[in-house]
């Protein structure tokens, strides 16, 4: 059973585009994320939402909209895709917002061209 | 944006050695630390955590060190195997909750 499942795996578009990368996770937790990793294996926060509610932004542009149905779901939209956002994005999951440990997806690689 | 001017360390080991991997912080606020293991293609999987209170824990061939006053945090992992060739990441947990990631260390296993 995946815990933390998330799609497309892979996803290639055009510059100008909108586009959504999908996240579901069965494991019961509280509170889901999205992170950016890019070509150096950094990986950055960039949304946090405990309970379907907002509670970190890191500074990512407006383009980037995240939605979260019900607590179990964490999707991200994109709009006016920038060759900048080419990175692998990763959703994760932890049992609340104290900062625990994540549970993360196995990753989308968004390739803008 | 871009980790721009930043390269991931790589650490390259013989297997059965012990293998030492390294992380710096700069939060002293820092109270909760997290040591994440990424293999290719895949998400960052939890490996080990320690709190603030302790210098160190051991886990199944792992062992974390913690220095607070040099904010610095170690992963050991013993007798190394080829299935440790990964990417490691430090996490640290400051104010409001929040969890920074390290930059990572690529572990390269030579058999």
């Known amino acids: 059973d995946t815990a933390v499942s998330q799609t497309p795996k892979y996803l290639v ?21 999205w992170y950016k990793q890019d070509s150096k294996k950094f990986l950055k926060i960039m949304f946090s939402y405990n309970n379907k509610e907002l509670i970190i932004n890191e500074t990512v542009p407006n383009r980037f909209s995240p939605k979260s149905p019900d607590k179990a779901h964490l999707n991200l939209h994109i709009n006016s895709l920038e060759l900048g956002d080419s990175a692998v994005y990763f959703c994760a999951s932890s049992q609340d917002e104290s900062g625990g440990p994540a549970d993360f997806g196995p990753g989308t690689r968004l390739t803008v061209l | 944006g871009e980790s721009v001017g930043l390269h991931l360390p790589t650490l390259s080991v013989q297997e059965g050695d012990n293998s030492i991997i390294n992380c710096a912080y700069s939060n002293s606020a820092s109270d909760y630390f997290i040591w994440y293991k990424q293999e290719s293609g895949k998400g960052p999987q939890f490996i080990i955590d320690i709190r603030s209170n302790m210098d160190k824990r051991q886990g199944q061939r792992v062992t974390v060190l913690l220095n607070k006053t040099v904010k610095h945090l170690s992963l050991q992992i013993a007798a190394t195997q080829p299935g440790d060739s990964a990417v490691y990441f430090c996490a640290d947990r400051g104010g409001y909750q929040k969890v920074t990631f390290g930059i990572g260390t690529k572990l390269q296993v030579i058999p």
């Not at chain 1, 578009?13 to 994320?33: A, F, R, V």
């Open chain 1, 13 to 33: 578009t055009q510059m100008g585009n909108d586009k959504s990368i999908k996240c579901e996770q069965n494991l019961g937790h509280d509170t889901m994320y």
